[in-house]
């Protein structure tokens, strides 16, 4: 039996499909010679003070679960724009997504993180972008931008590609650090919210 293109079943072997040929993409064109660029990526958020996470909409979304997890192994985590969030500073890493690397309050911010010392982590489609040229490390991920309709890139509405990669990236992220870590999970549970 064959799924159409309105079922759900066909709609998330799509999704299957491109997620598997992105992931694909990710880890045959991250390298830079050498080092892989995405333990790059993990270790400068190991290696921060803090780390503050910031994008927009969907992308935004995205990073708070990666902020929780981070939270889980023990890292001081920020969501920006949140009243408790302090400030950022030297030895501090911002980790940012923006599919069009553009996005007017993320570029504002990380200019901003720079300025104070900070590093900036940046996941985008857009290589040459204004957020990219502040980045102390970049993830290209190789799916539309939200902007783009033409279908090439993904079948997929907007930007949804580029937003399902940020939290699989973010999972990914996670779980190289939890191992690199040692610590087992019975040691990260005590960190997991109990005002729930």
Sequence with gaps: MTDSDDSVSGALRLIRTELDATIDLLLDDQQDGSSDVLDVFASLLAEAQRVFVLGAGRSGLALRMTAMRMM????????????TAPAIGAGDVLLTAS???STPGVVKAAATAVDAGARVAVITTAASSPLAELAAALIMVPA??????SGTASAQYAGSLFEQTVALLGDALFHALWQRSGASADD?????????
């Excluded at 539309?144 to 309709?149: E, M, T």
């Excluded at 990260?188 to 729930?196: G, I, K, Q, V, Y």
Aim: charged fraction near 25%; aromatic fraction near 4%.
């Design 72 to 83: 889980h192994l023990g890292l001081e985590v920020h969501v920006v724009g949140e009243v």
């Design 99 to 101: 599919g069009s690397g």
């Design 144 to 149: 539309a931008a939200k902007l783009d309709r």
């Design 188 to 196: 990260l549970w005590p960190r997991h919210a109990n005002l729930e």
